[in-house]
């Protein structure tokens, strides 16, 4: 409910305790928060339960760096080259505990835990082995019409990770863009961990109260952390950047591929202002489209 | 004479095609990317597509997109929001056509991209993402396969995403609520489903026989003619204009030039 | 599916049939679609069931204008006065049918309609006379708890009729401000009138996809209305004209007065042009406050 | 010696007070309005209002508001979103404190804005609004009603907004999940609610005695000293810096001058 202090990203990190529940990549390929998740493994937080939609990368690389014992999610891999080496191996030797979901069975979990219910129904799954091979799922009859459904139940994480277009101090949020299952993690979440482009002054959050996804009560933390959705995409801000997920899936099929992989660009970079200036790529926006203007006032 | 083309660039001819002008598709990765700006720009001017990010379309993105969230698929959208919106579409019947890929298919359409088995061992691919979810609620769903024979199989090992009833009758006896598979575009032929729900071979690609198709699976497979809908046809080559499309939308080749 | 032609009032009205369920008044005291409303009543279209959460003054001017059969809403009145005496008198000698909810029952029917599931569990309701005495919730045990949870049943209306900032000629829309249960309402209707403020270039709309609350797809008509949401007040727009709220609810106590009432302020006016030069109150913006700069681009 | 007050801004600057800072607050119609407003810039300043229409705020508005959605409120707020994320934060059990208003209330704080009796006649109220949801929902809430002994009831005609189990034990015994109600103010005491959920006379207001109020009621009501909480005491007076924001607030006096 207090508002927040602006922290370094190591600061913020630190205060995930391992085991943790953690929801991230939920905007799917869109502003995955890969510099807090490199930080997880910086700092060696593991035994982490890790949630989301389709996770484009990020998760691969936790499971490389052995951070994670369980995954609940629709897709875990490398969407620019498919497998994602690192879960697959993890996943084949029983390392790590997988709870299969679809896309929408993962949103409405956490919608449901958003809402403060114990489920939210679906005309999802039936039919398919996500359900039938699941402990999680139920079938009941809608008492309205006798029809079949699926009742899938509410997920609340420990944390969700979050990396925004811009945030002030006190943590609250303009998000743009592809927003993917954003909202309902960020309502269903215990804490919040909001990376930000850039940190910015109150006003300019406030000037446009329609554009605020996330509100200061909800957030645990605030860090500015230019670049932190690097190789994924930020609308506004930088292009994606496709070389990188095919170089890492050439380098990462096995563990001691990997290994050097992360030593390379995980663990051999001090803070993300060096981590930038590795990318060689040229993701800039060279032909931006500025929003029609909106007004409010009295 | 058409031009020279690659099998992928066939198959986004042939996904393309089965956008109707008017649709609302669901779109998700690699080929259908491509189909989905190809058919909006030719024959389906007034097609839709939804992307599970949030993103809703109505023209081609200016630009390369490796995946729905690029930027340029979000600039001049039709408007941006998140999942919940977009499957509340698919769940309440507004989707015309879902497109779904698969490691392996079985004669009634079922899609498995979750286990696959390769000996003794269990080899696990990355899962469902929305597939799942467009297979049971979507009108219709267009599948998109490499043609190996590998991938064609009595039953599949895990049912990611849910095709008919094996009772027949299609989606008649089957608990998901949308209307199934409708064709199978493969990199040697197209085919559909017939009344019950089965495979049957429509149409092989230009150079590739019929009976050739037909023995790449495990099971007697009906054509077209066997089940009164004339005789297996000749896929229809890309034309000019949608070659020069497909090669605007993936300029350097990398979903279909491969 | 196919993109809208911008129609007249008098015209997009004109195909709302006699006996229709109209969700409006949506985002509550904001934008209420007062313009459309009225021309309703010009055009005597009526045996309407009205859907809405807190309904400020319009429900009680349609009852008034003997537009309704029907009511589902949590709330009918006037915010500014309290009692709505047209809505109070039709419903005391039965000529109107009452459905009562909550704010947050209506809004979760409106929901369920939209995500195209046949309900929606909530924890309220339970213990008020709201559920004990509608027959058209149900208490369920929930079966992963064992908890009681009331289900609110699916309500998709023929129209929702919702007044906006700005739309495209093909019925793409900017909204801002409190938004109520607009987006439920828009996702369950089968067809949806938008009056706005402004029509303006599909590239203004295009511009800032994030802001796009209604797509051209879920419109069935657009029609451009300078003051549609008079006497509520329009978010960038104007203020509400609260001695407006106060004349009525002084004016409408017997349904003669009200005749007389109407015959000046819905009867009298040709077209929205000469409404708006009736208003006496400055309703207008003076300190205006501006969104912060928000940019797409590649 | 205080300024001059009428009954309406004491109930203010009682309500306000019954806002804790950090507290988030569930803002509706009318009184609460402004209490809100003077909590935020008096004792409460961390505390936040979430206003069903959509609005979250954490500081007064700029500027007179007749109801949560004019614009003076929407204006450098925290966030502007729709009901369902703000009924959410209600049902997930974020709301800290509700405020409810009544036509009818009984010993258990039941509360009726539905249907009224007078005579043989049934009066329609406008309805619940979002009251039913606070009630049900909230941690607790805080009742504000003018002082009538009509509005005081052994049974409410119809349970609007749900307050505390008739069985004892408060919402022990009740399926709404909220804490349910703590405090009553009307406009001549405050009230609060005993471990059975019986309203008992927490204060009378300035110049009111607590015998007078007490005969009000239709059935015996216990007393703070009753059930061990020390005397009945008077309630505090608004400070004049409360009367100057409220004035601020409502300069017109629309809401708490008449």
Redesign the interface.
């Known amino acids: ?3 927040q202090a602006v922290l370094s990203l190591e600061e913020a990190v630190s205060r995930i305790e391992p085991g943790s529940s953690i929801a991230t990549g939920l ?4 502003a995955i928060p890969f510099a807090a998740g490199h930080e997880l493994l910086r700092q060696g937080i593991d035994d982490l339960t890790m949630i989301g ?2 996770s ?1 990368l990020l998760f691969d690389q936790l499971v490389g760096g052995g951070a994670v014992s369980r995954i609940r ?5 490398n ?2 080259a ?3 080496y690192r ?2 191996e993890a ?2 030797s029983d390392e790590i505990d ?1 709870e ?6 993962i ?2 979990a956490l ?1 449901a ?18 359900f ?2 699941s402990g999680l799922f ?1 079938e ?1 009859i ?4 006798g ?3 699926t ?1 899938v ?1 509410a997920i609340s994480p420990d944390w969700a990770i979050v990396h925004v277009q811009r945030a002030s101090p006190d943590g ?1 949020v ?1 998000l ?9 993690a960020v ?1 269903a979440a215990e804490n919040v961990l909001v990376t930000a482009e850039e940190v ?1 002054d109150p006003d ?10 996330i ?3 909800q957030v645990t933390a605030v860090v500015e952390c230019p670049f932190g959705a690097h190789p ?2 930020l ?2 801000h930088y ?2 950047d ?1 070389e990188y ?1 095919l170089e890492y899936h050439r380098r990462t099929k096995t563990q001691a591929a990997f290994d050097e992989w992360a030593d390379e660009w995980v663990h051999g970079v001090s803070d993300r202002e060096e981590y930038a200036e590795w990318i060689e790529a040229d993701l800039s ?14 | 004479m058409a031009s020279e083309y690659t099998p992928r660039e066939l198959m986004v001819s042939a996904a393309a095609a089965e956008i109707e002008d008017g649709d609302t598709a669901f779109v998700g990765m690699r080929l259908p990317l491509i189909a989905f700006q190809v058919a909006v720009s030719t024959h389906a001017p007034n097609s839709m597509a939804v992307y599970e990010s949030g993103v809703v379309r109505d023209s081609p993105a200016d630009g390369f997109i490796h995946t729905m969230c690029d930027l340029p698929n979000l600039n001049r959208a039709v408007s941006a929001t998140g999942m919940i919106d977009i499957m509340s579409r698919l769940q309440r019947g507004d989707i015309d056509v879902g497109f779904l890929g698969g490691a392996e298919i079985d004669r009634y359409g079922n899609l498995n991209t979750t286990w696959v088995r390769a000996g003794d061992d269990e080899i696990r691919l990355p899962g469902s993402g929305g597939a799942c979810d467009i297979a049971c609620m979507a009108d219709r769903t267009v599948l998109l396969m490499p043609h190996e024979p590998r991938r064609f199989t009595e039953e599949v090992h895990y049912v990611t995403s849910p095709g008919h009833s094996p009772n027949g009758g299609r989606r008649t006896d089957h608990p998901a609520p949308g209307g199934g598979p409708s064709t199978l575009v493969t990199s040697k032929a197209t085919f559909g489903f017939d009344v019950d729900g089965e495979l049957y071979l429509r149409s092989a690609h230009p150079g590739v026989s019929p009976e050739e198709v037909l023995t790449d699976f495990p099971w007697e497979m009906n054509t077209a003619e066997d089940i009164g809908e004339g005789p297996v046809t000749t896929t229809a080559q890309p034309t000019d204009e949608e070659l020069a499309l497909i090669r605007a939308f993936d300029p350097d080749g990398f979903w279909t030039r491969s």
Chains 1, 3 share one sequence.
Request: glycine share 10%; no cysteine; charged share 20%.
């Open positions: 409910m207090t508002k905007a799917l390929e869109h939609p389709i484009d999610a629709a897709w875990v891999g969407v620019s498919g497998t994602g879960f697959r996943v084949e997988i299969d979901h679809s896309n929408f069975s949103a409405l919608q835990g958003a809402m403060g219910i114990p489920y939210l129904p679906t005309r999802s799954l039936l039919g398919s082995d996500v039938e091979r139920r009941e809608d008492p309205f019409s029809d079949r459904i009742l139940p609250d303009h743009w863009g592809n927003t993917g299952i954003i909202d309902p309502g910015v300019v959050i406030t000037s446009d109260p329609s554009r605020v996804a509100t200061h009560d994924s995409p609308a506004g292009n994606r496709n997920y926006i060279t032909e931006p489209i500025v929003a029609a203007e909106v007004r409010y006032g009295q």
